[in-house]
């Protein structure tokens, strides 16, 4: 995939993120995988013109330039921290700017975090859904991660690894790129 770019958006609001760590890890991984470039932004990169912001137009510059990078992408990795049992508010007012048509057949590889496993459903009862209102192409493997499986903000957990591993695989056959990612073919 070169010259092809992969950009990873986190809906987490605070720094350090466990959630950016992790959407910077799967960003990774496609990236070697693609040859591609890479970047990962979090919500707070769109800066003080967002939260009041009631289409693209009203963002300062560079928040609209990480929407065009966004939009500008071959494959996205997004993810939020569970908040009440869905994706953060802000995470959404980014996504209701965008025009319905401007993700239609985009890769993207959805990914969530929370403090337990009793929300690990929030990929597919809230942010597939979100993806499907645009037409996103979303890949079948969703991966979510909670407390237990980071240590010291590092993806510890064999089996997300191996989550991972999958979904970047079909992130590469999406883009057309050969390599397995170590997944027996």
Do not use: W
């Amino acid at each position: 995939m070169p010259n092809k770019l992969v950009v990873g958006l986190s809906g987490n609001l605070t720094r350090p993120s466990k959630t950016k760590a992790f959407i910077s890890h799967i960003v990774a991984e496609v990236s070697s995988s693609t040859g591609a470039a890479s970047t990962v932004f979090d919500i707070e990169d769109l800066g003080q013109s967002f939260p009041l912001a009631r289409r693209i137009g009203d963002l300062d510059p560079l928040a609209r330039s990480i929407v065009e990078r966004l939009l500008g992408a071959d494959v996205l990795v997004v993810g939020s921290p569970t908040f009440k049992g869905s994706y953060t508010g802000l995470f959404k007012h980014f996504f209701d700017l965008l025009d319905p048509s401007s993700l239609r057949g985009k890769p993207v590889i959805l990914a969530a975090t929370g403090g337990g496993d009793r929300h690990s459903l929030v990929v597919e009862h809230q942010l597939r859904p979100l993806f499907g209102f645009f037409e996103a192409l979303t890949l079948p493997t969703a991966i979510y991660a909670s407390d237990k499986d980071f240590a010291d903000g590092v993806l510890v957990s064999e089996a997300i690894h191996s989550r991972v591993r999958q979904a970047v695989a079909e992130a590469c056959r999406v883009a057309g790129t050969p390599r397995s990612v170590g997944l027996a073919a």
